[in-house]
């Protein structure tokens, strides 16, 4: 519970201080109960007192433009059109770099060139690559699982760009009642990823969630990850004319947690696997990578959101042939997913997808499949406006994302039933995005006037 936001909302509400007071009390002492009442009591007070402290501030530095569209409204983080929406906002605000593959093209991770070194002539050609990638939400209480599955989620989002990892790092925040183990226990997940594929967590940082102000246990956190690349795979390389590869997926912190809050936990042991990381690492040491135009995950949105990320950012058609898609989904993740009506195709599977010329596919999926790893293909890119579709025995299908990723717990389940006016809340997202740019550019020139004045 955030008693500051608690506190911050009543006394907005107009309801008086004494009563504020007494209720942040009893919220408190649900969460404190060896606490003394005195504690508890000037705790109440001193949340009172920060939160008049810091109401009715304004300007740059301590306002910002509303959207008055919440997170959860949006679906931020449920990977669908309004979280693909809210991402290209962020990437309207960050601008076109000097990257070598920058946000704007909404990749899976970064690239930078690796700057000259003094005395060395020449340029090396190798680029930097950089990802990182949060916690799945609902492993709060699952610290080992949410460690292992975050990390292999952002060493897949290095490999993918066609960069080895070379390090990891680690950031987590645990809210004030959290068990400290939390910690030890996460971090054990990330190392056990990690030290697998001889890639060393280096550094990191850990935190509470809200300080002092936020009471319970929760958990979140992200893990990032460093490679070196020589040739880069980024989306951008896909071509009309490639065939696209797909390999065997059993999911990741998705299907766990899909499993775990359904009830059936058994599954979970089918997303404690390396064979993404092993067959990136049998691609990278085969010439056949050369080969390789673009690699990406199957997680954002399943493949529904992936295709059309993948065709948006190469200006192509994706077709996407079902029939071929199902066989790769391994079988206890299959059925789970077939048993609790949730759409294979809208929620991550981990899988690794290529895109290649079709002489050249044979070459790239035989190393793959040394490494015992299933893969074939799945689909094909063609030229025309840019768009996915699907093909079934009807026919071809629209394949673009839906709102959110496929409910695949009990409460996103009740989530998905509320309408929501979309074109509206696009709206005034944009216009909170353009809000913050303004404010941007508003303050590099005020960094500069200082730096001229000084």
């Given at each position: 519970?955030?008693?500051?936001?608690?506190?911050?909302?009543?006394?907005a509400?107009?309801?008086?201080?004494?009563?504020?007071?007494?209720?942040?009390?009893?919220?408190?002492?649900?969460?404190k109960p060896?606490?003394?009442?005195?504690?508890?009591?000037?705790?109440?007070?001193?949340?009172?007192?920060?939160?008049?402290?810091?109401?009715?501030?304004?300007?740059?530095?301590?306002?910002?433009?509303?959207?008055?569209?919440?997170?959860?409204?949006?679906?931020?983080?449920?990977?669908?059109?309004?979280?693909?929406?809210?991402?290209?906002?962020?990437?309207?605000?960050i601008?076109?770099?000097?990257?070598?593959?920058?946000?704007?093209?909404?990749?899976?991770?970064?690239?930078?060139?690796?700057?000259?070194?003094?005395?060395?002539?020449?340029?090396?050609?190798?680029?930097?690559v950089?990802?990182?990638?949060?916690?799945?939400?609902?492993?709060?209480?699952?610290?080992f699982?949410?460690g292992?599955?975050?990390?292999?989620?952002?060493?897949?989002?290095?490999?993918?760009?066609?960069?080895r990892?070379?390090?990891?790092?680690?950031?987590?925040?645990?809210?004030?009642?959290?068990?400290?183990?939390?910690?030890?226990?996460?971090?054990?997940?990330?190392?056990?990823?990690?030290?697998?594929?001889?890639?060393?967590?280096v550094?990191?940082?850990t935190?509470?969630?809200?300080?002092?102000?936020?009471?319970?246990?929760?958990?979140?956190?992200c893990?990032?990850?460093?490679?070196?690349a020589?040739?880069?795979?980024?989306?951008?390389?896909?071509?009309?004319?490639?065939?696209?590869?797909?390999?065997?997926?059993?999911?990741?912190?998705?299907?766990?947690?899909?499993?775990?809050?359904?009830?059936?936990?058994?599954?979970?042991?089918?997303?404690?696997n390396?064979?993404?990381?092993?067959?990136?690492?049998?691609?990278?040491?085969?010439?056949?990578?050369?080969?390789?135009?673009?690699?990406?995950?199957?997680?954002?949105?399943?493949?529904r959101?992936?295709?059309?990320e993948?065709?948006?950012?190469?200006?192509?058609?994706?077709i996407?042939?079902e029939?071929?898609?199902?066989?790769?989904?391994?079988?206890?993740?299959?059925?789970?997913?077939?048993?609790?009506?949730?759409?294979?195709l809208?929620?991550?599977?981990?899988?690794?997808?290529?895109?290649?010329r079709p002489?050249?596919?044979?070459?790239i999926?035989?190393?793959?499949?040394?490494?015992?790893?299933?893969?074939?293909?799945?689909?094909?890119?063609?030229?025309?406006?840019?768009?996915?579709?699907?093909?079934?025995?009807?026919?071809?299908?629209?394949?673009?994302?839906?709102?959110?990723?496929?409910?695949?717990?009990p409460?996103?389940?009740?989530?998905?039933?509320?309408?929501?006016?979309?074109?509206?809340?696009?709206?005034?997202?944009?216009?909170?995005?353009?809000?913050?740019?303004?404010?941007?550019?508003?303050?590099?020139?005020?960094?500069?006037?200082?730096?001229?004045?000084?």
């Amino acid at each position: 519970m955030d008693v500051e936001e608690y506190a911050r909302k009543a006394l907005a509400g107009g309801s008086g201080e004494e009563a504020v007071r007494k209720r942040l009390e009893r919220c408190i002492r649900q969460f404190k109960p060896d606490a003394d009442s005195s504690y508890i009591e000037a705790f109440a007070r001193a949340v009172i007192t920060e939160v008049k402290n810091t109401t009715g501030l304004s300007g740059d530095l301590f306002a910002y433009r509303k959207a008055g569209v919440s997170m959860g409204e949006f679906g931020v983080g449920s990977r669908g059109t309004g979280d693909f929406f809210a991402h290209r906002q962020i990437a309207r605000i960050i601008g076109h770099t000097a990257a070598t593959v920058g946000v704007d093209e909404m990749d899976d991770g970064g690239a930078v060139p690796v700057p000259q070194v003094p005395g060395v002539a020449g340029d090396t050609g190798l680029k930097v690559v950089c990802s990182v990638d949060g916690m799945h939400s609902r492993l709060s209480d699952f610290p080992f699982l949410a460690g292992f599955h975050v990390t292999r989620a952002t060493m897949r989002d290095v490999y993918v760009m066609g960069a080895r990892p070379i390090l990891l790092f680690s950031d987590i925040h645990v809210a004030d009642s959290g068990d400290v183990a939390k910690i030890f226990d996460y971090t054990a997940g990330v190392c056990a990823v990690g030290e697998s594929v001889g890639v060393p967590l280096v550094s990191g940082s850990t935190l509470r969630i809200g300080g002092d102000m936020v009471l319970g246990s929760r958990m979140t956190g992200c893990v990032g990850a460093v490679g070196i690349a020589s040739h880069l795979t980024a989306r951008r390389e896909t071509r009309p004319g490639d065939v696209i590869l797909m390999t065997e997926g059993a999911g990741g912190g998705t299907i766990a947690t899909t499993a775990l809050y359904s009830g059936f936990p058994e599954v979970v042991e089918q997303t404690i696997n390396l064979q993404f990381l092993q067959a990136c690492e049998a691609l990278m040491a085969s010439p056949a990578l050369l080969k390789v135009h673009a690699m990406t995950d199957v997680t954002n949105g399943g493949l529904r959101g992936d295709a059309h990320e993948l065709a948006a950012t190469a200006g192509c058609r994706v077709i996407i042939d079902e029939a071929k898609v199902q066989g790769l989904v391994q079988e206890d993740v299959n059925e789970l997913l077939e048993h609790l009506s949730i759409d294979y195709l809208g929620v991550s599977l981990d899988a690794l997808l290529i895109t290649a010329r079709p002489a050249d596919a044979p070459a790239i999926m035989d190393p793959i499949r040394d490494a015992g790893v299933r893969i074939h293909e799945i689909g094909t890119v063609e030229s025309g406006e840019s768009g996915a579709f699907l093909r079934t025995e009807e026919g071809l299908h629209d394949f673009t994302p839906r709102f959110r990723e496929a409910a695949y717990t009990p409460v996103k389940k009740v989530v998905d039933t509320r309408e929501k006016d979309f074109t509206r809340m696009k709206r005034a997202v944009e216009d909170a995005a353009l809000a913050a740019l303004e404010k941007k550019e508003r303050m590099i020139r005020r960094l500069r006037r200082k730096e001229q004045a000084g």
